[in-house]
């Protein structure tokens, strides 16, 4: 009897044992265990495009996982943008975010889908580039200067592009309109791609692209650089003057960064093993030249530090908006 209870005992044990083992959840897997996706919200051949496309390059051989690049342009920036916020928040669907996604249209335009503040997770900085004043090859003037003076005395109609309405590059044509010349009209295109193929063609009178998207374009003599549209000089080209220098205008100061987010409840240890590896990498010395031979300054910031970061671009551009009255088209 008491050898019968014994093996009932021992039994039981078992079953409660396996049962106890069934229940457990599966031992989580270190991230990265699969590829991870990372969205430009803007066509190929922008800023944020080839930062993303040349970090993202690099992020395999430090995370172990391939990283595809998707472009999903539309909207400002915003459509891609919210891909991801309604992504599953485990650190395989992020984006590489830029100004007018994070900074402007969510405060400018109607309902984008998000709050970037509430929505989106920051993790790291990848570069900050200055928008600089570009004309096609085949204008009569070669200097800011001179630039200047013809928006203040023509009567013809000016034409300026844009990556698209509420990008960086809109809201410093609509602040020239507004202290140069009432009669400039914006033209906005889906990127900066198609702008420059426009721009140089002649299509468009000028563009404020940013200083990386630009270059290849100013070297192959296909268009005119005449300054940067921030309050201090390029580095990457300091004999260029800024438009601050030339107009007189104190708060003309724009750039085009960008930065890579995920869905705000991603877990903090795969945020911080991202801002590593992102760190890392911009600090290179063959990456970080080659950001900064095509005007993008590299800064390293851990979260916290791109959060501020974050609030304090939101802030500038609302200021803007309200100075140069700027509208939704």
Partial sequence: MNRLSDARAVLAALVAAGLALVALPAWPQSYPSRPIHLIVNFVPGGTGDIIARLIGARLPEELGQSVVVEN????????????????????????????????????????????????????????????????????????????????????????????????????????????????LTHVPYKGAGQALTDLVGGQIDFYFPGFIAAMPMMQAGKLKVLAVATTKRSAAAPDLPTLAEVTGIPNFDFTLWAGFFGPRATPPDVTAQLNAAINKIIVEPDIKSRLQDNGAEVSPMSINQFAAFVHGEIDKYQAIIKEADIKPE
């Fill in 72 to 183: 999903r342009p539309g909207a400002g920036g915003t459509l891609g943008a919210r891909d991801v916020v309604n992504a599953e928040p485990d650190g395989y669907t992020l984006t590489v975010a830029q100004t007018p996604e994070i900074a402007i249209n969510p405060y400018f335009m109607k309902d984008v889908g998000y709050d970037p503040l509430k929505d989106l997770q920051p993790i790291a900085l990848g570069g900050v580039v200055p928008l600089v004043l570009a004309v096609p090859a085949s204008a009569p003037y070669s200097t800011a200067a001179e630039f200047v003076n013809f928006l203040r005395s023509t009567d013809k109609q000016v034409t300026f592009a844009s990556g698209g309405v509420g990008t960086s590059g809109h809201f410093a044509g609509e602040l020239l309109k507004l202290k140069l010349n009432s009669k």
